[in-house]
């Protein structure tokens, strides 16, 4: 029996692309029945569902873990949760199971995570006007002391050109007014931007299927704008390589030759070489 992805795939094929039910059978490298049964059918086959016991699925533990574990998404890994203090903050909370219930729990949900990730397959191939757009964080000397600093970075991968403006920060403000700064840098409005499930921007990052939904200060600025949002799958950066690498070229070249630094709104303009 095939796997519902196959299924819809195949629903898709005949449905929305047109093809035959011979061509969807070569590409789906199916039976012909069965192609035509799923293609051409009006009932889809429905996935058993177990249902799950234990006081992870059954009480509230399970739902506010899910939570906390979709919020340190968004995060940087250093800055995520361990399991140690996910169970230690349950406890506080009158959570009665033990650490290994929580930590199978968690490692079941990572698990089908990723199944649902490994799902979702982005193009690597990138057009001119479209954009990618990251956070770098480059330390400096500021008054004689070593600080960080938060470079937006918007890079068009079709030509190999980058755009950077420091930032204070990586909130909301910083994000939307930076932005507007690369715009004026570049002279315009890329055609579209692919993303980082950055927090000023992405409410609810990617899962399988599902799409990323942004935040609504993100989404009227696009609205004003113009421009199309593509949102990385979580944990990968090699969708937005392109300016990953620009961040490290950054680093390497300017702020690893700057013995001295002063905050200014100013942009600078960096090009890849």
């Known amino acids: 029996m095939l ?9 898709t094929l005949r449905n929305e692309k047109g093809l ?18 799923y293609g051409d059918g009006d009932q889809l086959p429905q996935e058993k569902k177990h249902i799950k016991k234990g006081m992870m699925y059954e009480e509230k533990w399970g739902e506010i873990v899910i939570d906390w574990l979709e919020e340190d998404l968004k995060l940087k890994k250093k800055l995520r949760r361990t399991n140690k203090k996910i169970v230690a903050d349950l406890k506080r909370m009158g959570f009665k199971g033990s650490y290994r219930t929580v930590c199978n729990f968690i490692q079941e949900w990572r698990a089908t995570e990723d199944d649902e990730v490994s799902k979702g397959h982005e193009r690597l191939q990138h057009p001119e006007g479209e954009a990618q757009l990251d ?10 002391e070593i600080v960080d600093v938060h470079v937006l970075v918007m890079t068009f991968p ?12 990586e909130n909301l403000e910083c994000f939307l007014g930076g932005l507007q ?4 840098q570049a002279g315009g409005v890329p055609i579209s931007i692919r993303i ?18 942004l935040t609504e200060a993100f989404r009227h600025f696009q ?16 969708e937005k390589g392109n300016v990953e690498n620009i961040n490290v070229r ?9 013995s001295m630094y002063t905050f200014v709104r100013n942009a600078f303009l960096y090009t890849c070489l």
């Open 250 to 258: 950054i680093k390497v070249y300017i702020f690893d030759c700057l």
């Open 20 to 37: 035959s039910i011979s061509k969807i059978a070569e590409t789906m490298n199916v039976n012909w029945r069965t192609a035509k049964k």
């Open 181 to 184: 700064e690369l715009f004026k």
């Open 223 to 238: 609205n004003y704008y113009g421009f199309k949002v593509q949102v990385c799958n979580p944990s990968r950066g090699n």
């Open 135 to 144: 956070f770098g964080v480059m330390e400096a000397v500021q008054d004689g």
């Open 158 to 169: 079709a030509s190999n050109t980058g755009f950077a403006i420091p930032m204070p920060g």
């Open 196 to 213: 980082d499930n950055l927090t000023p921007a992405v409410k609810k990052v990617r899962k399988g299927d599902t799409e990323a939904e």
């Open 3 to 11: 796997a519902m992805s196959e299924i819809n795939c195949i629903k």
